[in-house]
């Protein structure tokens, strides 16, 4: 993985500096509230509903095991002995006090980590696939791109106050699940018309309160024109974007008002403007950054394992995790593993102090000493030999984090909710919780198969509602929470916005609801295969409308 | 209203002609350097002066707009109706790419962690309010400047930081 050289390592303590600094100025009154709060959003800080919050970056998800003990140390010393994993590849503390939080980014800095630009009106943590570099479907690894978008995009001197905050994603497979037809700027690594490497360019996708599939602005932008291409939008973007209304305020849209074509127009004229000459420069940075993504020391080994196979005809739970769990790997003999953080009637994504020593020494023991937060709130091993997945296995079920769930019913991602944020209009956490509880049967979860549940506290979308198979979306009527259901929801390459069903429900119906959609789904699929998202597409949302509103 | 430069308080030499301020239908302006509302360019164009002129444009100009400044002036006021509106960095910044060469000029209430920022996007200075002057020293700007030893922007080189990353690991290779 990426390793910080001098200049990184200075500029992430010179900024640790700088916030003690301006932590000092607003206690003297240099710094009024109002100017403050913009620098500790910059660095991270979030002012919730019972205390602040430190939004940790984990760029692209990349974590060593080093930073992970590093991580379960400070939920320790400075937090209640827990961190939260978020949608966006984060990990998020929800009680730090303020004057300890220049130490707290001073122990981060300790392990090359940083809570710069994780929040505030800025260009946000760049998020990838979790199995970058190692996804037999890959194209080409985006981490070297996402590694200079961050170094690029880092205290921008033009693009750091922003009308709202800006959000990146890139993949490099095909099959996408990093997201980007719902980021502010999404990239696909695409091969050009005379094979050589580049991006599709998406622009002016997002979810929040008025969710948008993003629009194609550049079949294909050879690689070295990147930085040049994304100054020319965010300065567009920087000039246009509306300031009057913040919720009106993101590029989704400006692209929407504009049109596309005029907002295109408008890229490609200040692009053509622009004299290139960081172009050159980036080039060769994009190839120094790629010497830290170099194939790992994997042994030759056969595709098939023995010791995997017997293992797995012999021991069900084991075969399960292994069928559900495993991600085929660019290298023979090897597969990625994913550690599902969403034990049953748990939060999803809270992972202890515990939790995080346990998952670095496997890391260290099966996984090269690394892993990968994935923006469903779980952890990946990129790297696990087959021989050893046993083992892995065994080990992780005994720390409780074995679960055969990912993708399935069980895998729920949530936001905060009303436990903690402070714009929330309802709970999400309970609900994931009374959701995962009524569907703990591990083989009435396989049944059921692939099928994302995604649950927001409001109309932000943070917990991506809108993209989930069914997503929930938590509202206050009157004093009394009510849940939204919508169906059809899909972040992947064949992007939807679900369907809203209907009236709500109450936080006690919630659950029930989910369980007679899946029931009718049931009843209703064309065979074990279909999908739940694929019966939802060929009959429609209101073919599941009746069976939601039976009882009701 | 101080004038900061390069973190340190300088005398303003030019003036500033209110956007209600007659002066520029009179025959000749008064001497000396002007800076004058961007609506009055035109005419105060076409008067005698004896001194340089300078204007103050409103923030929601166009690039085309931006543009059309070029060779007419040689100094630009460019406004920051708050500290957290961060257009006029893009402005400055277009302002750099279209050839503009006199002085750039930030006015309104900038902090002191904004300096640096400013200056890479072409700024020559910053005009802040006496009130914002009154908590925030100007020595607060002057350490502000510095406090990053450099930058990762290519192509974003004003001082105080000369060299970008990039380029110094591109040095560091050949
Ligand atoms: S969706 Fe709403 S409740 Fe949930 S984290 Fe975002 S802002 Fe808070």
């Known amino acids: ?552 | 209203m101080p004038l900061i430069r390069k973190g340190v308080t300088v005398e303003d030499e030019w003036t500033t002609l209110a956007s209600d301020d007659d002066t520029i239908f009179d025959e000749e302006l008064p001497a000396g350097d002007l800076i004058v509302p961007h609506r009055r360019l035109a005419s105060a164009r076409q008067r005698k002066h004896d001194g340089k002129l300078g204007v103050a444009i409103d923030n929601d100009l166009d690039i085309g707009a931006l543009e059309a400044l070029l060779g007419t002036v040689d100094l630009i006021s460019v406004p920051f109706p708050a500290f957290g509106d961060g257009r006029g960095f893009s402005i400055a910044k277009s302002l750099r790419n279209t050839g503009f060469t006199g002085v750039l000029r930030a006015h309104g209430p900038l902090i002191a962690d904004q300096a640096a920022f400013a200056e890479a996007c072409g700024f020559d200075e910053i005009e802040i309010p006496d009130d914002h002057a009154e908590r925030q020293p100007v020595d607060q700007y002057a350490t502000a400047r510095t406090a990053f030893p450099a930058r990762y922007q290519e192509a974003y080189d004003a001082a105080p930081q000369t060299v970008s990353i990039l380029s110094a690991r591109h040095t560091a290779r050949h």
Request: hydrophobic share 40%; glycine share 8%; aromatic share 10%.
């Open chain 1, 1 to 552: 993985m990426y390793r910080y050289d001098e200049f990184d390592e200075s500029m992430v303590r010179a900024r640790v500096a700088e916030f003690r600094g301006q932590v000092q100025r607003r206690v003297d009154g240099s710094l009024t509230e109002d100017e403050f709060k913009p620098l500790r959003l910059m660095n991270g800080l979030y002012l919730q509903l019972h205390a602040y919050m430190l939004r940790v970056a984990i760029p692209y998800g990349a974590l060593s095991s080093d930073q992970m003990r590093q991580l379960a140390m400070i939920a320790e010393r400075y937090d209640r002995g827990y961190g939260h994993l978020t949608t966006r590849q984060n990990i998020q503390y929800n009680w730090p006090k303020l004057p300890e939080v220049p130490d707290i980014l001073d122990d981060l800095a300790d392990v090359q980590m940083h809570a710069i630009q994780t929040s505030g009106n800025c260009i946000r943590n760049v998020t990838s696939d979790p199995f970058a570099g190692v996804a037999a479907d890959e194209l080409e690894d985006p981490r070297p791109t996402a590694e200079l978008i961050r170094q690029w995009s880092t205290f921008h001197p033009e693009f750091s106050f922003l009308p709202r905050k800006f959000k990146i994603a890139i993949t490099g497979s095909p099959n996408d699940r990093a997201a980007v037809y719902f980021h502010d700027i999404g990239l696909r690594m695409v091969a050009g018309p005379d094979d050589d490497a580049g991006y599709e360019v998406i622009v002016g996708g997002g979810q929040g309160r008025t969710p948008m599939i993003g629009k194609v602005v550049r079949d294909f932008l050879p690689r070295e024109e990147l930085l040049g291409y994304l100054e020319a939008i965010m300065r567009v973007y920087n000039l246009y974007g509306r300031r009057d209304n913040k919720y009106k305020a993101r590029i989704k849209i400006l692209v929407h008002e504009l049109g596309l074509e005029a907002f295109k127009d408008e890229v490609e004229a200040e692009y053509s403007r622009k004299p290139d000459a960081d172009n050159a420069l980036a080039e060769a940075e994009l190839q120094r950054i790629e010497t830290y993504f170099a194939p790992k020391d994997y042994e030759t080994r056969p595709d098939r394992s023995e010791i995997f196979e017997v293992a797995r005809h012999n021991d069900p739970a084991f075969a399960a995790w292994a069928d559900q769990n495993l991600f085929s790997h660019k290298v023979e003999g090897y597969a990625a593993a994913t550690i599902t953080i969403k034990r049953v009637g748990g939060e999803p994504g809270d992972v202890t102090a515990d939790d995080m020593r346990t998952l670095a020494d496997l890391a260290d023991r099966f996984s090269f000493g690394e892993m990968r937060v994935s923006h469903e709130q779980n952890i990946v091993f990129s790297d696990v030999r087959k021989d050893d997945l046993y083992d892995l296995w065994k080990a992780l079920a005994k720390a409780e984090l074995g679960d055969a769930n990912k993708g399935l019913i069980t895998d729920i991602i949530a936001c905060p909710g009303l436990d903690y944020c402070a714009l929330a209009t309802a709970r999400s956490i309970p609900i994931a919780q009374k959701i995962s509880t009524a569907f703990a049967d591990p083989i009435r979860q396989r049944d059921i198969g692939p099928l994302s549940i995604k649950i927001s506290g409001c109309i932000n979308a943070c917990g991506h509602h809108h993209v989930g198979h069914i997503g929930i979306l938590g509202l206050d009527k009157a004093g009394e929470e009510f849940y939204q259901i919508t169906l059809g929801g899909d972040a992947t390459e064949t992007a939807a916005l679900g369907e809203r069903a209907g009236p709500g429900f109450s936080s006690d119906e919630v659950a029930g609801a989910i369980e007679r959609v899946v029931d009718h789904y049931l009843d209703v699929r064309d065979g074990e295969d279909e999908t739940f998202l694929e019966t939802c597409r060929r009959l429609g949302p209101d073919a599941f409308k009746e069976a939601l509103y039976a009882a009701h």
